[in-house]
């Protein structure tokens, strides 16, 4: 199997929700449980949190995470866990968003058995079918990212708008007539895909949506797109607190 190291960059300037990755809950911060999650998985070799912040260094080596601290140039999570890597001889990185609950390792090892096996998936997500009787509200969110998949089992592109749109729908529901991907914020990266992304200027698209995944698509590479059922929270904001199930 590929040597694999994961990676939860985290910042304290989120702008929806600032020290959002450090909010108490139980006892112990936010990100605690992301970390606690990816431990799970059998296939990750290493993990470290990647962060500027030394407040957040702390209270992750306080629950005894391991820290790389880096410098405050990179624009987003990708770039952050590329500066991390950097040096380090590894596969796969996973960059996995500090605010992701409800992830778990089994998820995190069936990707990478997959990349194992198949040499030619550089780049690979998760994704999950909107449904359920809060699909309008999570479908219409602009803090949720939509994703459509491609006949190759690829994503063909991320929005933070519903796509695609549907004409003449009538009085049915849009997800009976189509179905709408939600984008789980976790990113398997082959070392040389990685350093790619790190060395490309930001795109136009990514930009206007302010969504970095869209640099690769923009670059004229592939995100294979892996499903899954398990209910898995990005927390924007201190509503998102409320639909948590933390054990």
């Not at 998985?41 to 407040?55: M, Q």
């Not at 405050?72 to 596969?91: C, I, L, S, W």
């Not at 009787?133 to 949720?144: K, T």
């Not at 991320?158 to 789980?184: M, N, Q, T």
Request: charged share 25%.
């Amino acid at each position: 199997m590929p040597h694999v190291t994961a990676i939860i960059p985290a910042r304290l300037a989120s702008k929806r929700f600032s020290h959002k990755v450090l909010y108490p809950l139980k006892g112990r911060p936010l990100i605690f449980y992301v970390w606690r999650a990816v431990q799970q998985a059998k296939l990750v070799n290493r993990l470290f949190v990647a962060t500027d912040s030394p407040e957040i260094g702390r209270a992750v080596n306080a629950f005894g995470g391991a820290v790389i601290m880096t410098s405050k140039r990179p624009r987003n999570g990708t770039e952050r866990a590329a500066e991390a890597v950097a040096g380090m001889k590894t596969d796969i990185v996973i960059n996995i968003q500090a605010d992701n609950i409800g992830l778990s390792g089994p998820i995190l090892d069936r990707i990478i058995k997959a990349m194992g096996a198949d040499r030619k998936i550089e780049v690979a997500t998760l994704a999950r079918k909107i449904s359920g009787r809060n699909w309008r509200r999570i479908l219409e969110n602009p803090n949720v990212v939509k994703v459509i998949e491609n006949a190759c089992g690829e994503a063909g592109w991320f929005s933070r708008h519903p796509i695609p749109y549907i004409r003449g729908i009538g009085r049915k529901r849009a997800v009976d007539l189509f179905p709408f991907l939600e984008h789980i914020g976790v990113y398997f990266f082959r070392r040389k895909a990685l350093d790619l992304y790190a060395g490309w200027p930001q795109g136009r698209a990514e930009k206007a949506e302010s969504l970095e995944q869209l640099r690769i698509l923009e670059n004229g590479k592939n995100i294979r797109l892996f499903k899954t059922t398990a209910e898995i929270i990005s927390v924007d904001s201190k509503e998102a607190l409320s639909l948590l199930n933390i054990n």
